[in-house]
């Protein structure tokens, strides 16, 4: 690869952190804070942002030294509501999980043999994980990742396990025969529940919560120390399946979403 592609691949990376960055932060940013929460040099970061106001994409207060996307930013994906997921109502879906249980609310889709997260809001309980949009992690190392293995087909399924397996051989406790009985139990649960598959003492549940146009399973997971789970599994469970039933399949005219069990009332 030639010195001048690399360069426009890290460029290109370089503008969707910084919209991500955006996204999570959600107020305007100076240079420094830029640089620093990225880890980009400051004349890069300068450079960047001045480069992204000049194109429409950021606006710049002068006095404040601050930036802040424009209005073009908000407009130009307005579009990819209709055609992929439900976006308005998974991000209110997102709001109140955070708001219900203080976790960290993380949104998951498939990439190759990973999964990736594509949007984080980070959780507020007293000890906490953080993670960034754009993590990637092997599907069956993953909590999430499990959810998204179980709502695929069974010859997909076990290739891409058979995949992961070979290519992260030190972290395959399990077999390819007991991680299907684990998804097995998740779509018969239809939530999966781990603590410590990613990181020690870390617990997330995670659920279905829609398929994109293409097909593709999304997934949503809450994530906390797991002393927080105490005694709130069940509870935090029904909270999970209500919430997507009411703010993905209701509310969004279920056209793409994943069957979703709901604890049954006496």
Known sequence: ??????????????????????????????????????????????????????????????????????????????????ETLPVRHIHRLMQHLSDETGCTVILAMRSGVHIQYIKVLQGTTPIRFHVKPGTRRLLPFSTIGRVLLAALPAAKRSQLIKEALSRNPEAAAQSQAQIEDELTGIRRRGYAFYTGLVTPNATMLAMPVAKTRAGEPVAIGIAAPKDHFKNRKQAYSDLMKEAIKENIIEAAGNPVSLEIKTTKKP
Not at 15 to 36: K, S
Not at 51 to 63: F, P
Request: proline share 4%.
């Open 1 to 82: 690869m030639s010195n001048a592609r690399s360069a426009t691949v890290k460029s290109a990376a370089r503008v969707l952190e910084i919209f991500e960055y955006f996204d999570e932060t959600r107020r305007p940013v100076t240079i420094h804070e830029a640089a620093e929460a990225l880890g980009y040099p400051h004349s890069s970061s300068a450079a960047l942002l001045k480069s992204l106001v000049a194109l429409g994409y950021l606006d710049h207060d002068e006095r404040a030294k601050t930036f802040f996307p424009s209005i073009r930013i908000s407009l130009l994906g307005n579009w990819i509501e209709a």
